[in-house]
Nanobody, 116 residues
Framework: AQLVQSGGGLVQPGGSLRLSCAAS????????MKWYRQAPGKEREWVAT????????SYTDSVKGRFTIFRDVAQNTVYLQMNNLKPDDTAVYYC??????????WGQGTQVTVSS
């Protein structure tokens, strides 16, 4: 079982990016899926969650209204849509999956750089 990330890159302030996290070896819809990020010199911080049963979402305050976590059951993939990006959003982003009795699984990480 693994999570494989794609997306990320360099974007100007105010721009948008979409991160993808594809699950293999397990059904993503049965897992709590989260995104974390780690900026240089800082601890890894939680960004967003989508729950396994109801698909409820939650976000850290700094990204509310700008980021959206969602999943595509058919593609077995979770996404993080990031709009109105700010330089403080620069970090390596990681997806994470866990369910009672299984996991946790981490993606390999992807760099997001917001700079003019």
């Amino acid at each position: 079982a693994q999570l494989v990330q794609s997306g990320g890159g360099l974007v100007q302030p105010g721009g948008s990016l979409r991160l993808s996290c594809a699950a293999s070896g397990f059904t993503l819809n049965n897992y709590h899926m989260k995104w974390y990020r780690q900026a240089p010199g800082k601890e890894r911080e939680w960004v967003a969650t989508i729950t396994r049963t109801t698909g409820s979402t939650s976000y850290t305050d700094s990204v509310k209204g700008r980021f959206t976590i969602f999943r595509d059951v058919a593609q077995n993939t979770v996404y993080l849509q990031m709009n109105n990006l700010k330089p403080d959003d620069t970090a390596v982003y990681y997806c994470f999956g866990q369910t009672p009795g299984a996991g946790p699984y981490w993606g390999q990480g992807t760099q997001v750089t917001v700079s003019s």
